[in-house]
C-alpha cells in the first residue's frame, strides 16, 4: 500500500451501518472506501487513534495471535490522504462485503461495559447511558444494521436502521431485530444454512474468548455480513456471510485475566441465535 492516496479515488463507504459517517466536515469520523476496494478508517486523534494502530500492528506481527488474526479484517497498514488541505491518516482494511451484491450488515456492539478501566467519569456515565437496557439485558447493542428486504422485492436500496434507532430499542424486541436481519419470514430454504452458518462463527469467536488472556475488547463490534443474492430454496446451499471483530481503539491489556465482559455479551449473542433463531424460521 503506498504512502499517500488521492482523495479523488476514495468515496464514503455505503455499507457503514454503524459509528459516526464520514462528511468533509468531519473526515476524522466514519469509513472511507478505495476504487481496488479496501476501506480506510480514519485514526482518531490522541490515544484512541493510536491504541487502535497498535493494536492491529501488534496482530500482524505477533504470531502468538494468529488464532485472533483469522478473526478480524486483514489489515494492510496505513496511508495518507489529503482531504481539505488537511493531512490524515487512515488505517486501510479489508471489505467483508467485497463480492456481496446485496450485503446485509449488522453492528453487535459486546459487552454491557463499553468504557474501559481508566477512562474519565464523564466518559464512563456517557457510555452507561448508551444503549442501556439492551447492554444490561443482553450483555450486547445493536448500533446499526442494513438488511434487503426479500419479500419486498422493489426496494432496489437496503432499509437502513441508524444508532438512534439502536439507542431506542427496547431489549424485548431484539429477537424480532434478528429475524428481520436475517430475512427470516422469507421462506427461502437456504435461510436455515445463514442461521446455522452465523451460529457456528459465533461459536468459535465464543470458543476463543473462553481462554484468551491477551487483550481485554471495550466498545468492540461484531460485525455481521451475508449476502441476500445468494439466499435460495435449495436448503443444502450455504449462502455468502462473513463474521469480522471490529473496533480497537479502548482494547486495553488483558493481564493474563479472562475478558469476561466480552465473554458474556458473545455467548448471549451465540446463544440467541442456537436457541431463537436456529430451527425456528
Known amino acids: ?27 476524522l469520523l466514519g469509513l472511507l472506501k478505495h476504487k481496488e476496494g479496501y476501506i480506510l478508517k ?9 491504541n487502535e494502530v497498535r493494536f492491529y500492528e501488534e496482530l500482524l506481527k505477533n504470531e502468538t495471535l494468529i488464532n485472533l488474526r483469522a478473526l478480524v479484517p486483514l489489515y494492510y497498514g496505513t496511508v495518507n490522504v489529503q482531504i481539505n488541505s488537511k493531512d490524515m491518516t487512515f488505517i486501510v482494511l479489508d471489505d467483508i462485503t467485497t463480492g456481496m451484491k446485496k450485503p446485509c450488515v449488522m453492528d453487535v456492539k459486546i459487552g454491557s461495559q463499553t468504557w ?3 477512562c474519565s467519569e464523564k466518559k464512563k456515565n456517557d457510555e452507561n447511558a448508551k444503549y ?37 430499542l427496547d431489549p424485548g424486541k ?32 465464543r470458543r476463543y474468548f473462553q481462554t484468551q488472556k491477551h487483550y481485554h475488547f471495550y466498545s468492540s463490534s461484531v460485525l455481521l455480513a451475508y449476502d441476500a443474492e445468494t439466499l435460495t ?31 458474556q455479551g458473545i455467548t448471549n449473542l451465540w446463544t440467541l441465535f442456537r436457541t431463537q433463531l436456529l430451527h425456528n424460521n
Not at 482523495?7 to 464520514?22: A, E, R
Not at 480514519?42 to 493510536?50: A, Y
Not at 421462506?187 to 469467536?205: N, P
Request: with cysteine; aromatic share 12%.
Open 116 to 118: 474501559e478501566p481508566g
Open 132 to 168: 442501556s437496557e439492551c447492554k444490561e439485558q443482553w450483555s450486547f447493542c445493536i448500533p446499526g444494521f442494513q438488511v434487503y428486504d426479500l419479500l419486498n422485492s422493489n426496494l432496489v436500496q437496503p432499509q437502513k436502521y441508524d444508532k438512534e434507532f439502536g439507542k431506542s
Open 174 to 205: 431484539v429477537i424480532s431485530v434478528f429475524k428481520t436481519f436475517l430475512n427470516l419470514n422469507s421462506g427461502y430454504l437456504g435461510i436455515e444454512k445463514l442461521v446455522q452458518s452465523f451460529t457456528a462463527q459465533l461459536d468459535h469467536i
Open 1 to 27: 500500500m503506498a504512502n499517500w492516496l488521492d482523495s479523488d479515488d476514495l468515496l464514503p463507504y455505503d455499507n457503514q451501518v454503524g459509528g459516526h459517517k464520514f462528511t468533509k466536515e468531519k473526515p
Open 233 to 263: 430454496n435449495d436448503k443444502n446451499t450455504y449462502p455468502l456471510l462473513r463474521v469480522s471483530l471490529i473496533d480497537f481503539a479502548h482494547v486495553t491489556p488483558a493481564d493474563g485475566k479472562i475478558d469476561l465482559n466480552y465473554l
Open 42 to 50: 480514519s485514526v482518531e486523534g490522541g490515544t484512541k487513534g493510536k
